[in-house]
């Protein structure tokens, strides 16, 4: 089981990154994906959930209307689209997969994202 995250990097405020992560080794389809986010000084964050279809979608409040999640299922792939980015959201984004029909869960290693002029 692979959870590669890419497209994290320094950005001013007021920009845009997206992340992508790209998955292999498991049913792609069966599973609902999870943005999360952690700094040294806090707990890991749920930022954004996708069910496994792409239909139900969850945001963190402070990233409504900012950030979108979506998925390709063709390509095993779920994406972070994150617009109008402010400093508080620097820190390390984590791609998350979660078993709708099993109690898998498996994680990636990360993408670090920092915002700052």
């Known amino acids: 089981v692979r959870l590669v995250e890419s497209g994290g990097g320094l950005v001013q405020p007021g920009g845009s990154l997206r992340l992508s992560c790209a998955t292999s080794?498991?049913?792609?389809?069966?599973?609902?994906m999870r943005w999360y986010r952690q700094t040294p000084a806090k707990e890991r964050e749920l930022v954004a959930t996708i069910g496994n279809t792409g239909s139900m979608t969850f945001y963190v409040d402070s990233v409504k209307g900012r950030f979108t999640i979506f998925r390709d299922n063709a390509k095993n792939t779920v994406y972070l689209q994150m617009n109008s980015l402010k400093p508080q959201d620097t820190a390390l984004y984590y791609c998350n997969a979660q078993g709708t029909l099993s109690y898998n869960v498996y994680w990636g290693q990360g993408t670090q994202v920092t915002v700052s002029s």
């Open positions: 080794g498991f049913t792609f389809s069966s599973y609902s």
